[in-house]
């Protein structure tokens, strides 16, 4: 059973940098592949970057691309998003995710539906 459980949320400036953790309880981490997606107010779930299980491969949406950077630690069966040069439009709750998925990593990595598990989400707030 996955077991999501997100931490390192908070109140920053613009400009700031930040890295969220996602750790899992469950004995099966290494199997998937792990993605952040966030949500702000009035928003729809939107889809930020993603890692496949071994590490090898990421993809991030247009707006975070240079800025965040998604790594994991199998060993530790944790997910991180390092986020540097932080601005207010990346202010929502971000939530990790774990999904299991054929057809290649780049099938499905930004797509909601491929994501079984989910955590409970951690503020991120970017004041200007």
């Known amino acids: 059973q996955v077991q999501l459980v997100e931490s390192g949320g908070g109140l920053m400036q613009a400009g700031a940098s930040l890295r969220l953790s996602c750790a899992d309880s469950?004995?099966?981490?290494?199997?998937?592949?792990m993605a952040w997606f966030r949500q702000a107010p009035g928003k729809d779930r939107e889809f930020v970057a993603a890692?496949?299980?071994?590490?090898?491969?990421?993809h991030y949406t247009d707006s975070v691309q240079g800025r965040f950077t998604i790594s994991r630690d199998n060993a530790k069966n944790t997910v991180y998003l390092e986020m540097n040069s932080l601005k207010p439009e990346d202010t929502a709750v971000y939530y990790c995710?774990?999904?299991?998925?054929?057809?290649?990593?780049?099938?499905?990595?930004?797509?909601?539906?491929?994501?079984?598990?989910w955590g409970q989400g951690t503020q991120v707030t970017v004041s200007s």
């Open positions: 995710a774990a999904g299991y998925y054929s057809g290649g990593f780049y099938s499905g990595a930004n797509s909601l539906s491929k994501y079984n598990y």
């Open positions: 469950g004995r099966t981490f290494s199997s998937y592949t």
């Open positions: 890692i496949n299980w071994s590490g090898s491969s990421t």
